[in-house]
């Protein structure tokens, strides 16, 4: 009590030394930064329906659970033990976990500007108090090394640092620890966290560098928070220790993109979230130090992204296995990786390219990620979050409480109250006017104070009235951002393209008189004198567009995609014919009406058309109805139950997958010796490509191993059965599954009693193809497989059908 005392008192003057400096920070602060500089999401205040609820929920939801998550899961116990206010062995799963503290105290830190929460701001004193606490007199902070530094996480290394290149994440936590501490110090004032990090990064400055240690970090983020520190505190030395930890990587592997000098690099490869705080870090580098090299390799990497690599949601990273990128226009839709975290990442990298470069193809690229792979990470109810977000399922995805690597949700503590600090960027007289909210903005531009009012209902409608109260008379620009979806241009690249051109133009006004304006790097530039009560009408018109990939892109041949306005849209299963989606069929010239419906998902447009269902019959016919198209948008999927959902409606007949014909394994309920959703998979019909398919769902035993397990079906009615064909899945010597070791088929007899059928044929274990077993015919109501499996693997399986 007596040290929150203390610190309640200095905060009077710690609060007058903060806004002074923030205040200076834009306007001079160090010699070389971005050449057009952010308005503080302090000066921005949100009065709309979509963002200013979702920020209020994540302060009353998303913060408490996810700290409440942090004492359950022990990762606040974990300082407690390092700072031996209490004993114990280490508590939480992996070394990073640290880091999730840092990210809620920033997240905390930004929220409290908008929602001022006494009991809130002391929780987050109470933690810092412990981080303080956890710190090793030379600055050392890693609770993993300080509770206990005989009986460390595999991962960690002997000595301090000695295992960062690969997995202890050591300057990872503490690159989370100083954007936390900037946060923390620009949004109260005060430097009890800001205090512990700048002792932090003196002691990473004392131990690497030239002739010191030359490590580079295993998973970047530290070169962001070191250009943050050297903002806030002028000391050159936190500049020069960021562009060293860029420089040094070399040697290693694309997943953490240390394949070769970063300057060199010019394809966007390995770990998503890892690339994309990198970028993030060479930008702030480029602007900082004035050095091109790292702005032409991020803008040779970002050019690889939106040709070959960026989903239409604006996810990235398309696969699971390394959590990132994969061939070029290799952009599976079911298995698509799209880690919350790399879509937050994408945005915070787009940003500051935009500051460097003021080109509005970033915002383009922002705002498609924001609006949709980002916010499809968290329920509407914010307590819910998506750590993969695939553009397609069959009803095996759903979002989680939490989870032990728990990166995304407290990422997206920490996102989304900074979303307001995204709106608006200013450079000399040029205000920039970035994305389209309800709102409030108090602006120092060039000098001269600015009150500039946003009324809109976007996303949902286009029409955005600007009202200017300019203090003084005067003259300056206003740079709005014409949407390149409102100029016919779905993204920067030919990597996806709207089916047909659009025909209402976009319109804008200046006090009731229609404006020609010129667009300047995909901004409309208005000049003029501005008085107060000045009105500017935008008018971004949003019909329902088609969105067709580059035939390069698989995945999505004979397909289209829905967008209205900046949301992606997808068709699921509680609005549309029997709960199916994956079985729809678009007309080649579909019309599209509109309809707001505000009881649905609290409150969203709906698209709707016309749409043939197709299914199979049981004589291998396809079988059509029509019917009515229900799409919504795809950040609000899976808050209502799992089920089907897609992004990619078929509109070409070779693309549409008709529903599984009514087969005894369909018609079947099924059960297993380890339940999952994916048993989904043995009945679907849905044929993999290969035995090691990851595009297809697949069952699997993974991590048993040498164990008899069993999978059953138990027919709709009794029926008489030969014969029965199994495919199976085996991801190869490196992955957990092969074929098993054995197999047998066996049948309910009238007394319920399991007797094994009499095979005429092997029980194969193929790969690559289905294996078929025949067997003397028994009239039964349910089969039950047996599988053996290997001694040192797992064992899988894509389909089972019997006949
Ligand atoms: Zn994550």
């Known amino acids: 009590m007596q040290i929150m005392h203390k610190t309640a008192v200095l905060i009077s003057f710690c609060m007058a030394f903060c806004l002074i400096t923030a205040f200076s920070y834009a306007q001079s602060g160090t010699s070389k930064d971005y050449p057009i500089q952010p308005v503080s999401f302090t000066k921005v205040k949100l009065t709309d329906n979509f963002w200013a609820p979702r920020i209020k929920l994540n302060h009353d939801v998303t913060i408490p659970i996810a700290l409440q998550q942090c ?42 500007q908008t929602n001022p929460d006494p009991y809130l701001e002391k929780r987050i004193d109470t933690l810092i108090y412990y981080i303080g606490l956890a710190q090793e ?54 430097r009890t966290l800001l205090n512990i990090a700048i002792k932090s990064a003196n002691l990473v400055d004392h131990d690497f560098g030239p002739g010191k240690l030359s490590y580079y970090p295993g998973h970047q983020v530290i070169e962001m928070g070191l250009a943050k520190l050297y903002r806030i505190t002028n000391e050159e030395k936190y500049l020069k220790l960021s562009k060293f930890f860029l420089d040094c990587r070399r040697g290693g592997s694309e997943y953490n993109q240390a394949n070769k000098p970063v300057i060199e690099q010019d394809k966007i490869v390995g770990h998503a979230v890892r690339a994309t705080y990198m970028y993030s870090g060479m930008a702030d580098v480029s602007a900082l130090t004035g050095e091109v090299a790292y702005k032409n390799a991020i803008d040779k990497i970002w050019e690889d992204l939106l040709k070959t690599k960026y989903y239409i949601t604006g996810g990235i990273g398309s696969g699971g296995d390394n959590e990132g ?19 937050i990442s994408n945005v915070m990298w787009n940003f500051r390219m935009f500051l460097l470069e003021g080109d509005s193809k970033f915002y383009d690229v922002l705002e498609r990620t924001l609006y949709n792979s980002l916010l499809s990470g968290i329920s509407l109810s914010a307590d819910h979050f998506f750590y993969p977000n695939p553009l397609e399922s069959q009803g095996q995805h759903s979002r989680s409480t939490w989870f032990g ?30 994305l ?57 690249t030919d990597l996806y ?70 949301l992606v849209y997808c068709a699921e299963w ?135 397990e069993w999978i059953q079906y138990d027919f709709a009615k009794a029926e008489k059965v030969s014969s029965s064909k199994v495919y199976w899945f085996d ?61 040192d693997n797992a064992s899988g399986m894509y389909e089972w059908s019997v006949k």
């Open 71 to 112: 004492y359950i899961t022990g990762r606040v116990e974990n300082f407690k033990i390092a700072g031996k206010l209490t004993k114990g062995k280490f508590q939480s799963e992996y070394p990073f976990d640290d880091s999730d503290i840092y990210k809620i105290i920033e997240g905390a830190s930004y929220s409290l």
């Open 137 to 190: 007199p030379d600055g050392y902070l890693y609770t993993n090394r300080t509770i206990d530094s005989l009986h460390m996480h595999p991962w960690v290394g002997k000595k301090r640092w000695e295992n960062d290149p690969v997995l202890s994440h050591e300057l990872y936590n503490l690159g989370h620890l100083y954007e936390a501490a900037y946060a923390h110090f620009l949004a109260t004032g005060k």
């Open 436 to 492: 389209f909210v309800n709102s409030t903005a108090n602006i120092v531009l060039n000098g001269k104070k600015v009150v500039l009012d946003q009324k809109t209902d976007y996303p949902w409608n286009g029409k955005v009235e600007f009202t200017l109260k300019p203090e003084k008379a005067g003259k300056f620009n206003l740079m709005i951002r014409i949407p390149g979806w409102a100029q016919d241009q779905a993204v920067p």
């Open 405 to 434: 690597c728990a990166c995304c949700p407290s990422n997206i503590c920490r996102f989304i109250p900074s979303m307001p600090g995204y709106v608006y960027a200013q450079k000399g007289d040029d205000l920039f006017v970035n």
């Open 574 to 708: 509680p609005d549309n014919k029997d709960g199916h989606v994956l079985n729809l069929l678009l007309n080649q010239n579909s019309s599209f009406t509109t309809e707001f419906r505000p009881q649905l998902l609290n409150g969203v447009t709906v698209i709707k058309s016309e749409v043939t269902s197709a299914s199979w019959t049981k004589d291998n016919k396809i079988q059509e109805s029509k019917g009515e198209l229900v799409a919504i948008p795809y950040f609000a999927w899976a808050n209502r139950g799992a089920g089907e959902m897609s992004v990619w409606l078929a509109n070409q007949k070779s693309a549409s997958k008709p529903l599984p014909a009514p087969t005894i394994a369909y018609t079947s309920k099924i059960s297993a010796s380890t339940k999952s959703k994916a048993l989904m998979a043995l009945n679907d019909q849905v044929e993999p490509e290969n035995s090691n398919d990851h595009n297809v769902i697949y069952y699997h035993w993974w991590p048993k191993k040498n164990s008899l």
């Open 325 to 343: 990128f994969g061939a070029p226009y290799y952009l599976p839709n079911m298995s698509a990786y799209n880690e919350t975290c790399a879509s």
């Open 731 to 791: 991801d190869g010597p490196f992955g957990g599954c092969r074929v098993p070791a054995s197999w047998r088929i066996l049948y309910k007899d009238a007394n319920g009693s399991w007797i094994p059928v009499k095979n005429i044929t092997g029980y194969g274990v193929d790969k690559d193809k289905r294996n078929e077993v025949k067997f003397e015919p028994v009239e039964t109501a349910a089969l039950k497989m047996e599988i053996q499996l290997p001694k």
């Open 497 to 566: 393209h709207f089916s047909k051109k659009s025909t209402n133009p976009v319109t804008l006004t200046v006090n009731g008189k229609a404006y020609q304006y010129i667009l300047k790097n995909g901004y409309a530039q208005v000049e003029g004198n501005w008085k107060s009560g000045d009105k500017v009408i935008l008018d971004l018109p949003m019909p329902v567009r088609e969105i067709v990939a580059n035939e390069k892109v698989k995945a999505d041949i004979g397909k289209v995609a829905l967008q209205r306005g900046p």
